[in-house]
C-alpha cells in the first residue's frame, strides 16, 4: 500500500500560481501511475491530469491544457502539479492518487491522498 499527502493549496487571485505536491510513504511512488483530480461541492470528482509512472507521458484535461504540468521525482517519492494562470473556476479541493494502470477514470484509482483546497479569487 502507498499512503498519499498533499500540500500546497491557498489562496492565489486569478491569474497567479501554485505548486501542489503530494508525498507518497509505504510502497515507493514508481510503482504506480499517478492522476491529480479535483471536486467541487455537488460534483463529481473530475480528472486533471496523469503521469505514467516513469514520467514519461503525461495527459491533461482539456480545461487545464497549456496551464498546468503535472510531474513527478521517484527518488523523492512526490508528485507534483504545477498550475498557472489560474481561474475562479479551478476552485476545488485537489486529490493526488495512484493506479496499477493508466487511465482517466477515478474509479480505477486504488489510494487517494486526504485533499488540499485551492481556491482562486476573481
Known amino acids: 500500500q502507498v499512503q498519499l499527502v498533499e500540500s500546497g493549496g491557498g489562496l492565489v487571485q486569478a491569474g497567479g500560481s501554485l505548486r501542489l505536491s503530494c508525498a507518497a510513504s509505504g510502497r515507493t511512488l514508481s510503482s504506480y501511475n499517478m492522476g491529480w483530480f479535483r471536486q467541487t461541492p455537488g460534483k463529481e470528482r473530475e480528472f486533471v491530469a496523469f503521469i505514467t509512472w516513469s514520467g514519461g507521458s503525461a495527459y491533461y484535461a482539456d480545461s487545464v491544457k497549456g496551464r498546468f504540468t503535472i510531474s513527478r521525482d521517484n527518488a523523492k517519492n512526490t508528485l507534483y502539479l504545477q498550475m498557472n494562470s489560474l481561474k475562479p473556476e479551478d476552485t476545488a479541493v485537489y486529490y493526488c492518487?495512484?493506479?496499477?494502470?493508466?487511465?482517466?477514470?477515478?474509479?480505477?484509482?486504488?489510494?487517494w491522498g486526504q485533499g488540499t483546497q485551492v481556491t482562486v479569487s476573481s
Open positions: 492518487a495512484a493506479s496499477a494502470s493508466g487511465t482517466v477514470m477515478a474509479k480505477y484509482y486504488a489510494y
